[in-house]
């Protein structure tokens, strides 16, 4: 259902709570904002409601592992291996299946847009598919669930620093730079004649992946305009085998090739030294933080006071999608510090939701949602839930979760409603239950469906 105005009882934009406000739509943007007034016929009327939150960070495929690995011991190295196994099996057609599943799930919890870090690109032998099938597929499972999708596709070279990629690698490689850029410009050419929604990001899989030759070439290569993000630090292993191999540590290993500039979204950030933390402040680089999959893989806790102080912009993605919960990345945020730092308070409701909604936007290449000239992307919650009822507005995003969303609205259309979608949310649940089960198993008229 598309809709030309909202009126809104309570909007909440970080700090700054506003009553009875009615905003106008046109071709999917916030065109009109007035304040103080009544609803008029034909408004969809919402209770509580904030921006849309932008998730900045996504591997869609990586939900099939939700319920199979969080019993095992190991460590992230370990639960790589498992990943692998699924991203052998993958096809264009079962990878379609489980983002439209996933991002279904996304709307259904609040976020507005996704940043998806894609490295599934070619066949298991790593041969190409014919017309970038798998990247297509992910531009039209997005366009079904009503979600906004930054497609983050991925460099990815090397099995580790001076080894080649593995057996379980080769779909993800494109031999060198010079080819996976050539690979990139055709895929914006085709993206922009099939699905010029989509907005073509770009990535570096990490210091890892991508040698530090060609992670200077590529930044030279990519137009200054375009989203680029890169996982860093996550492991203490990527830092030494950086700081051995080229006497840097991964950030300035990134300064040094001159990609540290504000379109840079670092992901994870989680061992960094100060003098990283300065020059990624100093860049004023966004730092995606993912709360949940660090805490579920073991990765630690990241500096975000730090990185914020410094001048970073921080901002949350669901990563492995094990958790697929803005409001929870965003507890977890500052349940992390508190627990790091014996403080409370280390980042207030106001903050958290800037994180969540005008700083994950911005990492994947949009304006702010809900405002003056930016996206007509928000989402309602129920204030007044077991969870909620008491709570002031702003700290709604620390003491509601996903269940508390009743609508998410995306470029101006209703993309979930609580009330109307319970057949399409189930018929998601089944897809994925099929997909967990045997990632290579055909479509069997089980679909996800479209938004409303």
């Not at 990943?83 to 993958?90: N, S, V």
């Not at 030294?273 to 860049?283: M, Q």
């Not at 509601?400 to 101006?412: E, H, N, P, Y």
């Amino acid at each position: 259902m598309s809709v030309e105005w909202v009126w809104i009882e309570t909007l909440v934009r970080g700090d700054v709570v506003l009553r009875a406000v009615r905003l106008g739509c046109e071709s999917g943007e916030v065109v009109e904002e007035q304040l103080g007034v009544p609803a008029a016929d034909g408004d969809l009327v919402l209770g509580t409601v904030f921006p849309a939150f932008g998730n900045a960070h996504s591997h869609v495929f990586h939900r099939l592992l939700r319920g199979r690995t969080h019993a095992d011991g190991g460590n992230f190295w370990s639960w790589r291996d498992k990943m692998y196994a699924i991203a052998e099996q993958l096809t264009p057609e079962s990878l379609e299946r489980i983002a439209t599943a996933c991002y279904t799930e996304m709307v259904a919890s609040g976020w507005g847009a996704v940043g998806e870090f894609h490295y599934v690109h070619h066949q298991p032998d790593g041969t190409p598919y014919p017309d970038h099938d798998m990247e297509l597929a992910l531009a039209r499972a997005a366009k079904s669930a009503g979600i906004r999708l930054t497609l983050l596709d991925t460099c990815y070279l090397a099995g580790s620093i001076g080894t080649g990629l593995s057996a379980q690698q080769r779909r993800f490689g494109d031999g060198r730079a010079t080819q996976w850029i050539a690979r990139w410009f055709s895929l914006r050419e085709r993206l922009r004649v099939d699905h010029p929604q989509v907005v073509l990001g770009a990535a570096l899989h990490s210091v890892r992946a991508v040698p530090a030759a060609a992670i200077a070439e590529i930044t030279r290569a990519l137009p200054d305009d375009v989203p680029l993000h890169v996982h860093l630090s996550e492991q203490v292993a990527e830092n030494e085998q950086s700081l051995a191999a080229y006497g840097r540590t991964p950030t300035e290993l990134l300064a040094d090739a001159g990609a540290l500039t504000r379109r840079l979204s670092v992901v994870h950030a989680t061992h960094l030294s100060a003098h990283d933390i300065a020059l990624l402040g100093a860049a004023g680089v966004h730092a995606v933080f993912c709360p949940t999959t660090e805490a579920d893989l073991g990765d630690g806790i990241g500096p975000g006071i730090e990185l914020a102080a410094a001048g970073a912009r921080l901002a949350i993605g669901s990563d492995q999608n094990a958790v697929v919960d803005p409001l929870l990345e965003l507890r977890g945020l500052e349940a992390g510090e508190r627990l790091r730092s014996q403080t409370r308070g280390r980042f207030s409701p106001g903050e958290l939701t800037e994180i969540g909604t005008i700083a994950g936007y911005a990492s994947l290449g949009f304006a702010p949602p809900a405002t003056l000239g930016g996206p007509f992307d928000l989402v309602e919650v129920d204030a007044a839930s077991v969870r909620t009822a008491g709570s002031h507005p702003a700290p709604l995003v620390l003491t509601g979760t996903s269940s508390d969303v009743l609508r998410t609205v995306v470029a101006g259309r209703v993309v979930y409603d609580r009330e109307v979608d319970v057949a399409r949310m189930a018929q998601a649940a089944a897809e994925l239950a099929v997909l967990s089960a045997d990632p290579t198993s055909s479509a069997d008229g089980i679909s996800a469906g479209s938004s409303t």
